[in-house]
């Protein structure tokens, strides 16, 4: 059930580790965007302004979590690699995190809210779909740490089955608390829950009865400072880097909710076109990290330099198709989230998709390389990286945007900018020291 990445076809063996991750991850969105969907057609822009903004603070809150699981993942990989197989023993500070993130968030739920300039009209419906969702975050998080584990192991075919039948779960739930119930925008949100709830449960399941190396044994019951030492040091800035990405993310949020509701609708709907465009390149880059990490871990310099050669090749390839897809097919892709007769809303997602659109080899580039400088014990970088991307996308929008000559085009380019100059940071990085010291 596990992939040992360190031999055979270099190209092969990323590929055929990255589609269930690909797969997995755009079968994750559904959760996501089968609320927009169902939102935006059947109960309007002022919901559909609602689920959408709860999306980018609840994925801001919930980064805590997904980093403490990405980087007990890269930890396994590089023991596994090496051949030094461990228990990680990071659950319980990584589910201590998640209860602490649950409970601040709905502690300060209103004056989150404040603070990201929700409009009155839609604040109620916005803080029902986020309490439930943070209620149920328990359920996210086993999730995500056993993939996690599973996906450092090699093996990303179980968390792919238990999430595709969870969104599918999702689907119907959504369907029948909003059509048949009547729960409106709750409804949505607690067919996450329920959905999130079911893959947790089955992947538990599933770890615990084929994936020995992660069932808890007396032995794994003693403190190693050094084991410690190791997860804290890479979990940790994982988690700083997510943080800070998702930061970001909630402060240009929040500057285009200034622009109203209208534009709060089309952002949501076209973030969410966005997020299933650069999927696959993203997901290939966790591939290529885990790729990167076992030969690392197993002492193989020839095949890591073979693996970014072909890893680049492949990500500018996807997100060539991405780019042509999207720009091309704009209008038809607003038109899925959004009635015909919303020519506002409409207009501004296109010009928004248009814009990023062209632009997703930026984007590709940097999640190889956020990959490349975790697998090599190197996630400081990667939050270097982070920084840079996401404060010059926060600079430029917030200086440019209120500018009548500039207006919500500052915050679309200043999206892409900040991918240009995180990209070309990383690779002078990689040139000038990574190479230099033998990798």
């Known amino acids: 059930m596990h992939t040992d990445l360190t031999q055979g076809s270099v190209t092969r063996s990323m590929l055929g580790f990255a589609w269930p991750l690909i797969l997995g991850n755009l079968l994750q969105q559904l959760y996501n965007v089968a609320d927009t969907l169902i939102v935006g057609r059947f109960l309007g822009a002022g919901a559909l302004a609602a689920v959408g903004s709860s999306f980018t603070l609840m994925t801001f809150l919930t980064s805590v979590l997904l980093g403490l699981c990405m980087g007990s993942g890269a930890v396994f990989s590089l023991l596994w690699g090496a051949r030094k197989e461990e228990e990680l023993n990071s659950f ?8 602490a993130v649950a409970a601040l968030a709905l502690g300060l739920l209103q004056p989150i809210l404040t603070a990201l300039k929700i409009p009155g009209e839609i604040r109620a419906e916005m803080a029902a779909y986020l309490r439930i969702i943070f209620l149920g975050l328990g359920f996210a998080f086993v999730y995500n740490y056993m993939a996690a584990l599973l996906r450092s192991l090699g093996n990303a ?34 067919a996450t829950v329920l959905a999130q709830g079911a893959s947790a449960a089955g992947l538990s399941v599933c770890c ?87 030969n690392y871990g ?20 996807f997100c060539v198709v991405s780019s042509a897809v999207v720009a091309g097919f704009a209008p038809a892709l607003m038109g899925l989230f959004v009635p015909p007769e919303e020519t506002e809303i409409l207009a501004v997602g296109v010009e928004y998709l248009r814009i990023e659109g062209v632009c997703y080899c930026g984007i590709g580039c940097l999640f190889l390389l956020y990959g490349l400088y975790r697998a090599i014990g190197r996630p400081g970088l990667s939050l270097v990286l982070t920084v840079i991307s996401l404060g010059t996308r926060v600079v430029l929008a917030y200086a440019l945007a209120p500018l009548p000559a500039f207006g919500l085009k500052a915050i679309w380019w200043a999206i892409p900018i900040g991918w240009g100059l995180a990209d070309l940071t990383g690779f002078l990085w990689y040139r000038f020291v990574v190479l230099r010291r033998g990798i």
Not at 175 to 180: D, M
């Open 92 to 99: 319980l500070l990584v589910g201590a995190a998640t209860l």
């Open 208 to 294: 615990l009865k084929w994936a020995p190396q992660l069932r808890p044994q007396r032995r794994h019951c003693r403190f190693r400072r050094d084991i410690a030492r190791r997860i804290a040091g890479y979990s940790i800035l994982t988690c700083l880097q997510q943080s800070v990405m998702n930061f970001g993310i909630l402060m240009i949020q929040g500057l285009v909710n200034s622009f109203g509701v209208n534009v709060m609708a089309a952002f949501a709907a076209a973030v969410k076109i966005d997020a299933f465009a650069y999927m696959p390149v993203q997901d290939f880059g966790n591939a290529f990290s885990t790729f990167i990490a076992q």
């Open 157 to 190: 075919v179980l968390p792919l089955l238990m999430l595709g039948g969870a969104a599918l779960l999702n689907v119907a739930l959504d369907l029948f608390f909003v059509l048949v119930l009547g729960l409106g925008v709750p409804g949505t949100a607690l």
């Open 298 to 317: 197993a002492g193989e310099t020839g095949r890591i330099r073979r693996g970014i050669r072909s890893g680049t090749v492949t990500a500018l390839a």
